[in-house]
C-alpha cells in the first residue's frame, strides 16, 4: 500500500468522474512524484479498484524514466470498466479480477482487448485472499504495489494481505468533512478489532514525512 495523504489525512476532495484531482503533480513536489514512479518501477503489478479507473483513467504506467511497465491489475467484481479505458491499452499487460458474477460478454471483451481474467468471489466485490494466490502463482506477480482507492484498502488490511503500508504525509490541507480518506467503508471497530502497525521507517523529504509500516502481527 502506497498513498499520500494531507495533514488532515485526505487524499482528495470529493469529486465527480473525469473532473480533476487538484492533489497530483501541480500540487505534490517533484521528489515526491519521483518517489512515487520508483515505487512503481520496482513492483512487478500495480493494483487499484475500478473507482480508480473510474475517476482518473490512469494508464498505471511510469511516468517518465528508463524502466519496463509493470503489470496493471483493476479489481472490478462486475466487469463494468469501459473498454476504452486506457488501462487496457497495449503500453503494459493488465489483468482484471473480476467475480463469478461478471457478465461473460464484458468479460471476453477485457480478454479481447489482451487483458488476463482472474475470476474469484460472487457479486461487486471480489474475493481476495484467492485472487491475490492467482497473482502470484499464475501471473508471477510476487511484488505488488497497491494504490488505492479505500474501498481496496480497507479490504487488503482486514484480510491481512498487506505485509507493509507506505505513507507520505504532506503539507497541505484539503479539509471537508465529505473529502477521501485512504481506507473507506465501515470502521474496523467496534465490530471488529483495530489492526495495528509498528513504524520500521521514517524519513524526511523537505516538508514531506515518509513513513513506512508493517503489522504487529504477521501477515496470513
Request: with cysteine; hydrophobic share 45%.
Given at each position: 500500500m502506497l498513498v499520500a495523504v494531507s495533514l488532515d489525512g485526505k487524499i482528495s476532495p470529493r469529486r465527480s468522474p473525469g473532473q480533476p484531482n487538484p492533489v497530483g503533480p501541480?500540487?505534490?513536489?517533484?521528489?515526491?512524484?519521483?518517489?512515487?514512479n520508483s515505487k512503481r518501477a520496482d513492483a512487478d503489478g500495480?493494483?487499484?479498484?475500478?473507482?480508480?479507473?473510474?475517476?482518473?483513467?490512469?494508464?498505471?504506467?511510469?511516468?517518465?524514466g528508463e524502466g519496463e511497465n509493470p503489470t496493471?491489475?483493476?479489481?472490478?467484481?462486475?466487469?463494468?470498466?469501459?473498454?476504452?479505458?486506457?488501462?487496457?491499452?497495449?503500453?503494459?499487460?493488465?489483468?482484471?479480477?473480476?467475480?463469478?458474477?461478471?457478465p461473460p460478454d464484458r468479460v471476453q471483451t477485457f480478454r479481447d482487448l489482451g487483458a488476463g481474467i482472474i475470476c474469484s468471489?460472487?457479486?461487486?466485490?471480489v474475493d481476495l485472499t484467492p485472487a491475490m494466490?492467482?497473482?502470484?502463482?499464475?501471473?508471477?506477480?510476487?511484488?505488488?504495489?497497491?494504490?488505492?482507492?479505500?474501498?481496496?484498502?480497507?479490504s487488503m488490511i482486514a484480510e491481512g494481505l498487506y505485509d507493509e503500508i507506505h505513507l507520505i504525509i504532506c503539507p497541505f490541507v484539503i479539509g471537508g468533512s465529505r473529502s477521501i480518506t485512504p481506507v473507506g467503508r465501515a470502521a474496523f471497530w467496534p465490530k471488529g478489532k483495530v489492526p495495528e502497525y509498528n513504524l520500521t521507517e521514517a524519513d524526511v523529504m523537505g516538508d514531506y514525512l515518509y513513513l513506512i509500516y508493517r503489522p504487529k502481527k504477521p501477515v496470513n
Open positions: 501541480g500540487l505534490i513536489g517533484d521528489d515526491i512524484m519521483a518517489l512515487h500495480i493494483m487499484v479498484g475500478l473507482n480508480c479507473i473510474l475517476l482518473d483513467d490512469s494508464r498505471l504506467s511510469l511516468r517518465e496493471r491489475i483493476v479489481l472490478d467484481g462486475l466487469a463494468q470498466m469501459p473498454p476504452a479505458a486506457r488501462v487496457l491499452t497495449p503500453d503494459a499487460p493488465t489483468i482484471v479480477i473480476v467475480s463469478n458474477d461478471a468471489g460472487q457479486g461487486r466485490y494466490a492467482e497473482l502470484r502463482e499464475r501471473f508471477g506477480i510476487r511484488k505488488l504495489l497497491v494504490e488505492g482507492g479505500g474501498t481496496v484498502h480497507r
